[in-house]
């Protein structure tokens, strides 16, 4: 039995001694390839290795097809992952130290992790030890750098300098998330900052100032027009709420919405409380429409919702309308929005749907979905509106809520969509910052420039491509500096800012090019000034000494990126400014040339794998468990890169049996001691065929494409050679070196050790990717006919259940054969149709009514594949031995009258279908 842990140690011993992972400026062509690096937060688990591995195999695939492959990796520890971390482990949480004990994290290491910095250099050396180089990956282990190092901060700073140079760099207050206790978090689908809720949008909510005696009722909507359907007032009577003073009024309101303005509005105080049930019974008045309502009670009205308080418009809110039936309707819907097709849109989709109370909450928010819908692009207002009767609704909403606004009547309250937690375990609410400093992306000589830019860029999926435009379109300014216990580079306009862990990770890879020569000490930050970085990456100025020179020269031979490889999260977050930010500063020759991007490992209810979410598989116990090429073979074939994958461990086992399946094949192919013969063609031909499958798969980086061929369809290929009786040794010796060559990238560890067992010294993993000879496309056919009608016979003995004797093949007579060949002609010059074929058909001499029939066959066949002339009966004849012995049974190869044909079976036969006949 394969031992595949040793196998593993073994050759990753021998590939990072000889340091074959670094770069090195030989064959006169480049790739660099990286992948987006990971936050420092703890443990990753297996579904971070999915985009870790498809680098790897890229990498090394171009290693072998000629270039010189740069792969290099970091660490981002910049932002909150690892204070939040440390903080944890600092007041002795728990659930951090036992998740900390349970990865094997020895004590004495606990004890120092409750300093950002060493979180940041311990686990920086699990990713390197115990996974990376666990995983085999070849990364460039001279080039690691983390984004906290003075040099990489320098280097940060300089790009801000000429953001602002290009007058990109522009300053506007802002409502931006922020922790209570960490101060700016980035909310966004990487979650670098937070450990919920990274798809959460901020919604600009209208609170609407209910007069309530001497204080205010704020209610908060998303729809101020509807203001004119207003009927009642909904309070939670479960709940305390408090008194707070806003500016010079009183307001009534949940404590957390109180906390929550605090944060965006200036002089907000609680003063007191006051039970919901104080207030249900008693009545307030709306603005714009000066009417008195009622206050209700209802449970929905929750406390952590906007203010707590809720307007009640039941003729266009399915929940209203629900809510007051479930009461006995005490008040009337007012209809305020005209509709075609509805008197009374909330009741009528109500009924419609057959919602019965408050607890169909999915049928009421699809209900709620439809009506808004209809609204918002059919809706008018209607005469009850005063004077924006007429109006459209979108255009009524505006000019209702500037209304209420300029007249006091309203203020507008942020809020997420969805819960936001930090990763300290807080709930994140949005903060205004009256300086905040923005990256200027919606300046449009910017966005035009990289929207051109990304035509000419290889992008995976095409799918994403098509996308990239609209989402630079679309991009705003972003917020690039915080304020808090963050770890990164000081704002260079005021060191008390820090910039965020998106605007410091746009430009970084071209850090990799220095990283090598700081960490092997030939340059120290204090030399990296801006004259430094001009010069390197913009050619500016004049070198200072010789290793400011072989600097720059890596960078030229280097630069650019050619794949920036990075999970979906990214596709709306990084990607866009790692294009717009290379844009703006590099010139046009060193903007990046490609993206892939990868979709996640999820657990069984879809979900992302995460820390924080649980289901995260350690890395150490499932490379123990299945081996490391089991899973690198399993992220590369189990789906395409662009769809997610659910983790399933069954399947993976599966993939760690098919490589000991392919080991045992192996053995059983060395050993080999046969003769040449026919079939010698054939396996030349399909192996040849799969590996121009592997590199036309390989041009666009399908690598389940190229998995299969190569470790399924390959090895089902050897294992029919054998079983039809393949032994030319000479010739599968060849074919076997070939087959492990091209495995190399996938299975790195298992292709070594064959490689080894084949006699060769030098390493698999250096030598050039095979390339296929020319295929023998006959008798590839002739093989397929000759499988496809032994599938036939199987399933005709296993329909009548007869066990034959003997076994007559009737083929095509010549006469077939030639229409082929005239059809071929006739399409080739595109004139096949039956009427032309028919004309041919007549100049040869053969029957014209079953010609007829046949022709009309043959012109369907030929459109579903393409017909090549082969010559059946030779092969048939080669293979009669096989069948006799496959069927054990007497094979007769019929053709042109040569056998007895008892059940006129003859005149069936067709190119590629021979007839059968069995007794």
């Not at 040339?593 to 289901?615: D, E, L, P």
């Amino acid at each position: 039995m394969m031992d595949f842990e040793a196998i593993e140690q073994k050759w990753q011993e021998k590939w990072f001694s000889s340091k074959i992972y670094e770069a090195k400026k030989e064959k006169g062509k480049k790739f660099f390839i990286h992948f987006a690096y990971p936050g420092i937060s703890g443990y990753l688990h297996v579904g971070h290795m999915r985009g870790f591995t498809y680098s790897d195999i890229i990498a090394r695939y171009m290693r072998m097809n000629g270039y010189d492959v740069i792969f290099p990796a970091g660490f981002h520890a910049t932002g909150l992952p690892a204070v939040s971390l440390a903080k944890k482990v600092a007041r002795k949480d728990e659930a951090t130290l036992r998740y900390l004990r349970n990865n094997g994290c020895p004590e004495e290491v606990i004890e120092k992790l409750s300093d950002p910095e060493e979180v940041v250099k311990f686990f920086s050396q699990v990713y390197v030890e115990d996974y990376w180089k666990k995983f085999g990956f070849l990364i460039d282990y001279t080039r690691l750098m983390d984004t906290i190092s003075p040099g990489y901060k320098k280097f940060i700073q300089w790009q801000f300098r000429k953001l602002n140079e290009h007058g990109l760099l522009i300053q506007k207050p802002h409502f931006a998330p922020y922790c209570p206790n960490c101060g700016p978090v980035a909310v966004d689908k990487s979650e670098t900052d937070i450990s919920e809720g990274g798809d959460a949008e901020i919604l600009e909510f209208i609170v609407i100032k209910f007069k309530f005696d001497d204080r205010i009722l704020p209610a908060a909507t998303l729809r101020p027009e509807t203001i004119f359907g207003v009927t009642n007032m909904w309070v939670n009577d479960e709940i305390e709420y408090v008194v707070a003073r806003v500016g010079n009024e009183e307001w009534i309101l949940s404590e957390k919405a109180a906390k929550k303005l605090s944060y965006q509005m200036e002089n907000v105080e609680i003063i007191g409380k006051i039970h919901g049930k104080e207030l249900v019974g008693k009545k307030c008045v709306a603005p714009i429409v000066n009417k008195e309502i009622p206050i209700f009670a209802a449970r929905f009205a929750s406390p952590d919702i906007a203010t707590g308080i809720v307007m009640s418009v039941p003729a266009h809110a399915p929940y209203d309308y629900v809510a007051l039936r479930d009461i006995g309707m005490p008040v009337d819907p007012i209809v305020i929005i005209d509709i075609a097709g509805y008197e009374i849109p909330a009741k009528e989709i109500v009924e419609k749907m057959g919602i019965k109370n408050q607890m169909e909450e999915e049928k009421l928010e699809e209900a709620t979905q439809i009506i808004y819908k209809e609204e918002f692009h059919k809706g008018v207002m209607n005469e009850n509106c005063n004077g924006y009767a007429g109006m459209r609704v979108n255009d009524a909403k505006e000019e209702i809520k500037e209304e209420m606004l300029a007249n006091n009547m309203a203020v507008i309250m942020r809020e997420f969509s969805k819960r936001v937690v930090c990763r300290c375990g807080e709930e994140v609410v949005i903060k205004r910052v009256p300086n905040q400093w923005f990256i200027k992306y919606s300046d449009e000589e910017l966005t035009e420039k990289s929207k051109e830019w990304v035509r000419s860029m290889n992008i995976y999926p095409k799918e994403y491509k098509e996308e990239l435009p609209k989402i630079l379109e679309w991009y705003g300014d972003r917020a690039c500096i915080r304020q808090g216990s963050w770890l990164g580079t000081p704002f260079p306009f005021d060191e008390s800012w820090v910039i965020e862990p998106i605007s410091d990770s746009t430009l970084y890879p071209a850090y990799y090019i220095i990283s090598k020569y700081v960490n092997e000490g030939k340059i120290k930050a204090e030399e990296m000034d801006d004259e430094f970085f001009d010069y390197v990456f913009l050619g500016k100025g004049k070198p200072k000494n010789e290793i400011w020179d072989e600097i720059r020269k890596d960078f030229e031979y280097w630069y650019p990126v050619d794949i920036n490889l990075g999970g979906k999260e990214h596709k709306t977050v990084h990607f866009p400014v790692f294009i717009m930010n290379h844009v703006a500063i590099m010139p046009e020759k060193y903007w990046p040339r490609g993206i892939f991007v990868n979709w996640w490992i999820t657990q069984k209810a879809g979900m992302k794998i995460s820390k924080s979410k649980g289901g995260a598989e350690p890395i150490p116990d499932a490379a123990k468990r299945y081996g490391v090429d089991a899973l690198r073979l399993y992220y590369a074939h189990i789906g395409s890169p662009f769809v997610d994958i659910e983790w399933d461990g069954e399947a993976v086992e599966q993939y760690r049996k098919r490589l000991m399946r392919i080991w045992n094949l192996f053995e059983e192919l060395v050993a080999i001691e046969g003769k040449e013969g026919k079939i010698d063609e054939w396996i030349a031909a399909v192996f040849n065929e799969k590996l121009k499958e592997v590199k036309e798969a390989m041009k666009e980086f399908e690598l389940r494409k190229a998995a299969n061929a190569l470790f399924f369809e390959i090895y089902n290929a050897f294992n029919w050679y054998i079983k039809r009786g393949g032994g030319n040794k000479e010739l599968v010796r060849q074919l076997l070196e070939k087959w492990i060559k091209a495995m190399t990238p996938f299975t790195p560890h298992i292709a070594e050790e064959m490689w080894e067992k084949l006699g060769n010294d030098e390493f698999v993993s250096l030598q050039e990717y095979p390339k296929h000879d020319e295929i023998d496309y006959a008798v590839l056919k002739a093989e397929d006919v000759l499988i496809k009608t032994m599938e036939d016979i199987e399933e005709i003995i296993k329909v009548t259940g007869i066990k034959p004797s003997k076994i007559y093949i009737y083929l095509a007579p010549d006469w077939k054969w030639d229409v082929v060949d005239i059809a071929m002609q006739l399409e080739k010059e595109g004139q096949l149709n039956m009427k032309n074929l028919m004309n041919e058909i007549k100049k040869v001499g053969v029957d014209m009514k079953e010609a007829s029939q046949y022709a009309a066959k043959l012109i369907q066949e030929m459109r579903k594949e393409k017909f090549i002339r082969i010559d059946e009966k030779t092969y048939f004849e080669g293979a009669k031995e096989f069948l006799e012995k496959e069927f054990n049974a007497s094979f007769y190869i019929c053709k042109d009258g040569e056998c007895p044909d008892p059940a006129n079976k003859r005149r069936y036969a067709m190119p590629y279908k021979p007839a059968i006949y069995m007794e």
